[in-house]
C-alpha cells in the first residue's frame, strides 16, 4: 500500500543576477528563489491497483515519483510504501519497489544486457531458480532475446525500455513505478508494454503507479486516473468519472443540402468544416440532442447527414489542462 499524506516538494533554484558582472555576482552572492514542484499531495493506494498519475509538463508527476522511491527527500508531508518511509528505510524499501525513468536507463551502458540482470541477480540475491525463471517470462513477454547479448548502448529506444522493465522486476517486487515508460515507442512496442504491465499485475498482483502522456495507455491499462496540476491533484477517480465530470461537450458534425446555416445559441461554439458542412459544439448538460437539431433546422436549410459524438479522452485531458481542473 502506498500513502502520500500532504506531500511537498520545494526545490531551490539559483537565480541569475542581472546587469554588470552578473555571472561574477552570481557565483560570489547565489540568490535562491524557491519553487513549489509538488504541493500537499494526498493519495492511497490499494495493492494490486494500476493507477495512472497525468498531468502537463511540469505539473510535479515526476517529483513525486521519486519521492516515493526514495530518490529525493521530501521537504513536507509524509509518504509510506508498505508502511516504510522510502528516503528513511532506503535499503529494506528498494527491495520492495521497480522503478523505470523512461527518459533514462537505470542499466549499465556498456554491459550487455544480460549481464545487467546478473549483476541485479547478485545485488538483490535473487536464487538462480528464481531469475532463471523471471528472466524466461520476461524473455518471452518483452520479446528480448534478439538483444539479450547486447550492450545497453546498442539498443533502439523501445528495445531499451523493455530490458529496463525486465531489469526493474528481476527480484520481483510488488510495486512498480513508471515514470514515462511508453515515450517515444513505436505503437507495436507500446501494445507489448501495456500487455506485459497488465499480465504482471493480473498474474503476480503487482501494484502498478505510472505517469504518462498517452491517452491509450490510460484508456488501456489504467483503472483510476489522478490527475495533477501545478502540483495539486485536482481529479482522482476512474475514467468513466472523468467522462462524466469533465466530458460534458458533445460534437454534432452536420452536412446540409445547401449553405450552413448561422446559428448563435449561448454556450454554442460551431466549425465550419468545408461545403456545406458544420461541427456544432454544445453541453449535454444544457441542451439535449434533440433540442439542439430543432434548432439547427429552425435556422437553415435542410440535414443530409449527421454524426454525434462524445468528447474523446484526448479532447477531455486537453480541456482539463487547459481550465486547470475547473469543471467544463
Ligand atoms: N532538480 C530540479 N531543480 C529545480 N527544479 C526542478 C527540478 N526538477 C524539477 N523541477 C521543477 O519542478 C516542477 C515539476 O517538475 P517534474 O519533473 O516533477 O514535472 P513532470 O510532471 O514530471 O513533467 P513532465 O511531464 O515534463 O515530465 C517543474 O516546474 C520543474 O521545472
Ligand atoms: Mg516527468
Known amino acids: 500500500m502506498i500513502i502520500a499524506q500532504d506531500l511537498t516538494k520545494t526545490y531551490r533554484i539559483a537565480q541569475p543576477a542581472e546587469g554588470r558582472f552578473a555571472a561574477v555576482r552570481?557565483?560570489?552572492?547565489?540568490?535562491?528563489?524557491?519553487?513549489?514542484?509538488?504541493?500537499?499531495?494526498?493519495?492511497?493506494?490499494e495493492d494490486g491497483e494500476i493507477v495512472g498519475y497525468i498531468g502537463q509538463n511540469g505539473?510535479?508527476?515526476?517529483?513525486?515519483?521519486?519521492?516515493?522511491?526514495?530518490?529525493?527527500?521530501?521537504?513536507?508531508?509524509?509518504?509510506?510504501?508498505?508502511?516504510?518511509?522510502?528516503?528513511?528505510?532506503?535499503?529494506?524499501?528498494?527491495?520492495?519497489?521497480?522503478?523505470?525513468?523512461?527518459?533514462?536507463?537505470?542499466?549499465?551502458?556498456?554491459?550487455?544486457?544480460?549481464?545487467?540482470?546478473?549483476?541485479?541477480?547478485?545485488?538483490?540475491?535473487?536464487?538462480?531458480?528464481?531469475?532463471?525463471?523471471?528472466?524466461?517470462?520476461?524473455?518471452?513477454?518483452?520479446?528480448?532475446?534478439?538483444?539479450?547479448?547486447q550492450p545497453v548502448r546498442q539498443l533502439s529506444l523501445g528495445q531499451r525500455v523493455r530490458a529496463d522493465l525486465a531489469a526493474a522486476l528481476m527480484h520481483d517486487p510488488g510495486i512498480l513505478f513508471l515514470d514515462e515508460p511508453t515515450i517515444g515507442v513505436d505503437v507495436v512496442a507500446k501494445e507489448r508494454l501495456r500487455n506485459f504491465i497488465l499480465e504482471i499485475n493480473r498474474e503476480r498482483g503487482v501494484t502498478v503507479l505510472l505517469t504518462t502522456h498517452d491517452v491509450v495507455d490510460m484508456e488501456k491499462l489504467v483503472n483510476r486516473v489522478i490527475v495533477i496540476h501545478t502540483g495539486a491533484i485536482i481529479y482522482d477517480g476512474d475514467i468513466r468519472g472523468l467522462r462524466e465530470?469533465?466530458?460534458?461537450?458533445?460534437?454534432?458534425?452536420?452536412?446540409?443540402?445547401?449553405?450552413?446555416?448561422?446559428?448563435?445559441?449561448p454556450g454554442v461554439k460551431t466549425e465550419k468544416m468545408g461545403e456545406g458542412r458544420m461541427a456544432v459544439l454544445f453541453d449535454q448538460h444544457l441542451f439535449t440532442v434533440d433540442e439542439m437539431l430543432a434548432s439547427v433546422r429552425r435556422a437553415g436549410s435542410p440535414i443530409r447527414d449527421i454524426l454525434i459524438q462524445d468528447a474523446d479522452i484526448e479532447q477531455i485531458v486537453r480541456d482539463i489542462y487547459r481550465e486547470g481542473g475547473k469543471a467544463v
Open 59 to 149: 505539473a510535479g508527476k515526476s517529483t513525486t515519483i521519486k519521492m516515493l522511491s526514495g530518490i529525493l527527500v521530501p521537504t513536507g508531508g509524509e509518504v509510506k510504501v508498505n508502511g516504510l518511509t522510502p528516503h528513511k528505510d532506503r535499503k529494506e524499501h528498494l527491495r520492495n519497489i521497480g522503478v523505470v525513468f523512461g527518459q533514462k536507463t537505470s542499466l549499465w551502458w556498456d554491459v550487455p544486457v544480460i549481464d545487467s540482470f546478473r549483476i541485479l541477480k547478485e545485488m538483490y540475491r535473487v536464487e538462480e531458480s528464481r531469475f532463471q525463471k523471471n528472466l524466461e517470462l520476461y524473455t518471452e513477454l518483452l520479446d528480448l532475446a534478439p538483444f539479450l547479448n
Open 245 to 265: 465530470r469533465y466530458g460534458r461537450q458533445r460534437r454534432m458534425v452536420l452536412q446540409f443540402e445547401g449553405d450552413c446555416p448561422a446559428l448563435s445559441l
Open 26 to 45: 552570481s557565483l560570489l552572492h547565489p540568490r535562491y528563489i524557491e519553487r513549489r514542484a509538488v504541493d500537499g499531495v494526498s493519495f492511497s493506494i
